[in-house]
Every structure is written in structure tokens, then in C-alpha cells.
């Protein structure tokens, strides 16, 4: 369960939060019947219901990604989207935007190769630029060497950057923000802990230079 209370349909009463229950749930109350035609739980959009004011700028983000006035080919954007969850670990983003891609067309070989694009060869010129720009914002967190940015300008337009920028840290966001709130499948307890050591193990083998 995600880590904030999910809001039940019955307790919503504030417009955007309805529009989106119709949206994505039709009739059923997200929190007693979960589940999305993409196969998550649905519980990303009752947890940001807690305010209202926070799930309205998230869906003004979705449209402005969206919308017909962008200027950045939607399958570089989504490139970008979906490199930011498998940099950052979240699980939920990485793979719903694994789904958008293949929904506009990108194939399954572009598709698997996301996660070590630094060596595939099925990209091409443009797209690893994009990729390689979205790892200096997101793992780098903006370090970008004036050559990689050069190279940008030579190949996209300013407006063009600018959107690559602001989709690309606004999907960074999305991802911390699923992984520490536990929602959708960033539901997962850290992998990362420590594994007990035998029995008969004392923390003063550690200093015991005869051991092998």
C-alpha cells in the first residue's frame, strides 16, 4: 500500500479530483476497486487527491507534455520520460512509459535497449543525443558538458531543449516522487539491506589477518 491514505471516491468532492476518478475508473471507486486498463493499481491519483491542488498541477503537467503546441517529437520526449524512471529506479514510471513508447511505434529492440542505450546500436543520432542529454539532467542532475550541449543546438531547436529540459526533470520529480511514497509498482521495499552473516561469525574476524 502506498505510504499517504488514498482518498475514496465517496470523500472527493473537489472537480479535478472526480474528473480524473471518471477518467481512469468510470463508475468504481478507485479505492475499493483499484485497477487501470494499464495494469497498475491506480492508487498514484487517490493518493494525490489528498490535494487537490497538487493532482490539478500534475494533470496540467500531463497536458502540457501532450499537447499539440510541442514542438519535441513525441518518441524523443517519451525516450527522455522513460530513461528518467530506469535512472532514478522507479518502476512505475520506467514502465508505463515503456507502454507509451510502444504506443508510438518505437520498436521492442529500442525498447530493451533503453537501459544500456550508452552501447546499443539501434538508435540513432538524434535519440542518443536525447538520451544522453536526459542522463546528464537526471543521474548528472544537470551537469552538462558544453560539447553534449552543442551538440544539442546543432540538432534541436531552443524551444525544442527547453521542452526536453522541463519533461525530462518534471518525469525525474514523478519518479521520486512514486519511489518514496510507494506508489503503483514502486510499491517494493528497498532491495538494498543487510544480510546476516552466520552463526558463528564475530565482527572480530574482520581484523584477523590470518583468516582467508
Given at each position: 500500500?502506498?505510504?499517504?491514505?488514498?482518498?475514496?471516491?465517496?470523500?472527493?468532492?473537489?472537480?479535478?479530483?472526480?474528473?480524473?476518478?471518471?477518467?481512469?475508473?468510470?463508475?468504481?471507486?478507485?479505492?475499493?476497486?483499484?485497477?487501470?486498463?494499464?495494469?497498475?493499481?491506480?492508487?498514484?491519483?487517490?493518493?494525490?487527491?489528498?490535494?487537490?491542488?497538487?493532482?490539478?498541477h500534475a494533470m496540467q503537467g500531463f497536458g502540457y507534455y501532450r499537447s499539440p503546441?510541442?514542438?519535441?517529437?513525441?518518441?524523443?520526449?517519451?525516450?527522455?520520460?522513460?530513461?528518467?524512471g530506469w535512472a532514478v529506479g522507479s518502476q512505475f514510471v520506467f514502465s508505463q512509459?515503456?507502454?507509451?513508447?510502444?504506443?508510438?511505434?518505437?520498436?521492442?529492440?529500442?525498447?530493451?535497449?533503453?537501459?544500456?542505450?550508452?552501447?546499443?546500436?539501434?538508435?540513432?543520432?538524434?535519440?542518443?543525443?536525447?538520451?544522453?542529454?536526459?542522463?546528464?539532467?537526471?543521474?548528472?542532475?544537470?551537469r552538462v558538458p558544453d560539447a553534449l550541449f552543442a551538440e544539442l543546438k546543432a540538432?534541436?531547436?531552443?524551444?525544442?531543449?527547453?521542452?526536453?529540459?522541463?519533461?525530462?526533470?518534471?518525469?525525474?520529480?514523478?519518479?521520486?516522487?512514486?519511489?518514496?511514497?510507494?506508489?503503483?509498482?514502486?510499491?517494493?521495499?528497498?532491495?538494498?539491506?543487510?544480510?546476516?552473516?552466520?552463526?558463528?561469525?564475530?565482527?572480530?574476524?574482520?581484523?584477523?589477518?590470518?583468516?582467508?
Amino acid at each position: 500500500m502506498p505510504r499517504l491514505r488514498p482518498v475514496p471516491r465517496a470523500e472527493a468532492t473537489d472537480e479535478t479530483v472526480l474528473h480524473a476518478y471518471r477518467l481512469l475508473f468510470g463508475d468504481r471507486d478507485p479505492v475499493a476497486e483499484p485497477g487501470t486498463a494499464t495494469g497498475t493499481r491506480g492508487d498514484w491519483w487517490p493518493v494525490f487527491a489528498n490535494s487537490p491542488d497538487t493532482l490539478r498541477h500534475a494533470m496540467q503537467g500531463f497536458g502540457y507534455y501532450r499537447s499539440p503546441n510541442r514542438k519535441l517529437d513525441p518518441v524523443l520526449r517519451e525516450l527522455a520520460q522513460t530513461w528518467a524512471g530506469w535512472a532514478v529506479g522507479s518502476q512505475f514510471v520506467f514502465s508505463q512509459h515503456c507502454k507509451s513508447l510502444r504506443g508510438a511505434g518505437v520498436s521492442e529492440a529500442k525498447i530493451a535497449a533503453i537501459p544500456t542505450w550508452q552501447t546499443a546500436d539501434c538508435f540513432d543520432v538524434k535519440e542518443r543525443l536525447v538520451l544522453a542529454y536526459a542522463d546528464r539532467l537526471v543521474t548528472h542532475r544537470g551537469r552538462v558538458p558544453d560539447a553534449l550541449f552543442a551538440e544539442l543546438k546543432a540538432s534541436f531547436s531552443d524551444e525544442e531543449i527547453l521542452e526536453l529540459t522541463y519533461i525530462s526533470c518534471l518525469y525525474d520529480m514523478h519518479a521520486v516522487m512514486s519511489k518514496a511514497l510507494r506508489t503503483e509498482f514502486d510499491d517494493r521495499d528497498d532491495p538494498v539491506v543487510e544480510v546476516a552473516a552466520p552463526e558463528a561469525f564475530s565482527a572480530r574476524d574482520f581484523m584477523d589477518t590470518g583468516r582467508t
